[in-house]
């Protein structure tokens, strides 16, 4: 117990940006029992040891990574029993997916310990969405994404700027951007250089192995977190790995499933499966009408990868200018919480209201001249006008 004691002081002590992510200030950090998910290297770890730092009794707060060799000969209920009886009453549960049975020992630690806060976090979105349905009413759940545009700026450059909701920018779009180039220089350069290389927090530790870490994430994900989440053969890892490069060399990728199931080569339902899979690693997105609904058995109508900067990651090559705008606009948006689905006429339909439709600086309203409600959303323009907004607001959402 000491010993966890000691290496959770010292993480403690190692933390020390004031960049906070802005899911810290939406959680109901009062909540008895809370999970925080979200995709490797995204900052869950710092986002849990940050809110420590800076709010509660050292001594009466523990956090553990339950993938600690402690624990293979060490219960967590024991420790949990422990750290209780001495005061304990913060208990912060990192890599939770590491720990066999973890489900019934985070729900027994919330039964039998009523002045215990719980927070739980985990890097396999699979086995967190694998907890049972009697944990799932004591968790209150939430997710963190990748950084957003804001959050790289406020990292990057220390250059705090306001979030904005989507109607705002849609309608507001003019006046929010005259604010922002006042604030913020040459934003299309930092937009650009987000794109490649912004998304993941530890860009701060150099960008020259910076998409080499983030193939070596996809491996990790693909070989160790999925496996341990849901039983798969070593040859189905294969063909993830080979469904992922497909789709990043997509335009972007609006899938044929049966030749598609040839070249993996696969059946028609296990390569939906696949799909399924990448989506819930957050390796990819699957875009889908409202029609088609979200059943695993219907394909979606477009597939992306999960952010812009795993595109340049996979490249062989420069990667092709629409995919990653469009990507980007996906991104950006989902990861808002705002409901985003395929469009038949434009590229994307918002809040079942707003048609989309993404392009260059040049892009004409001829797709959606006759649309309600549709709007041009460009790259490469610092400003807009009317129904034309430039891509890089759409940073500002979280």
């Known amino acids: 117990m000491e010993s966890l004691i000691i290496k959770f002081r010292g993480l403690l002590d190692s ?40 709010n509660l009794p050292v001594a009466k ?62 890097s396999s979105i699979l086995a967190l969405q694998k907890s049972s349905a009697d944990l799932s009413r004591r968790v209150v759940k939430y997710h963190l994404p990748p950084l957003s545009f804001r959050e790289y700026l406020a990292l990057e450059y220390q250059i705090e700027l306001p979030i904005y909701k989507l109607s705002d920018i849609l309608l507001d779009h003019e006046e929010i ?14 937009f650009r250089h987000y794109l490649q290389y912004g998304s993941y927090p530890f860009f701060k530790e150099g960008e020259a192995d910076y998409h080499t870490r983030i ?8 070989d160790y977190d999925l496996p341990e989440a849901k039983p798969l ?19 972007p990728f609006k899938p044929n499933i049966q030749k598609l199931a040839e070249d993996i080569p696969s059946s028609r339902g296990r390569l939906l499966e696949l799909i399924d899979i990448l989506e ?83 892009k004409s309203f001829r797709q ?4 309600k409600n549709a709007f041009i959303v460009a790259d490469d323009l610092e400003r807009g006008a009317t129904n034309k907004i430039p891509l890089w607001l759409f940073g500002f959402l979280y």
Request: proline share 3%; hydrophobic share 40%.
């Open 15 to 54: 933390v020390s940006s004031p960049f906070v992510r802005s899911l810290a200030d939406r959680v109901n950090w009062k909540a008895p029992a809370i999970s925080i998910e979200g995709a490797r290297g995204v900052g869950k770890s710092t986002l849990m040891l940050q809110y420590i730092q800076k």
């Open 215 to 222: 193939n070596q994430l996809i491996n990790v994900i693909i």
């Open 177 to 190: 951007a005259s604010f922002l180039l006042k604030k913020l220089s040459s934003p299309l350069a930092k």
């Open 368 to 371: 959606i001249k006759t649309i």
């Open 61 to 122: 707060t523990l956090y553990l990574t339950l993938d600690d060799f402690y624990f293979r000969q060490n219960t967590l209920s024991s420790v949990a029993e422990v750290f209780y009886q001495n005061g304990g009453r913060n208990l912060f549960l990192d890599e939770v997916h590491k720990y066999p049975d973890w489900q019934t020992e985070v729900k027994n630690i919330y039964d039998f310990f009523p002045q215990l806060k719980l927070v739980i976090s985990g």
């Open 280 to 362: 819930k690693a957050q390796l990819i997105r699957n875009l889908r009408s409202g029609v088609s609904g979200v059943s695993l058995m219907n394909k979606p109508d477009k597939i992306f990868l999960n952010n812009p900067n795993i595109i340049y990651a996979l490249a062989d090559e420069k990667p092709e200018k629409g995919n990653v705008r469009e990507t980007a606009f996906m991104a950006m948006v989902q990861d808002a919480g705002v409901s985003i689905k395929y469009s038949s006429v434009g590229d994307f339909l918002i809040d079942d209201k707003y048609t989309i439709e993404v392009g260059g600086k040049d």
């Open 233 to 251: 053969e070593t040859g189905s890892l294969g063909k993830l790995k080979k469904l992922l490069y497909v789709i990043s060399r997509s335009v």
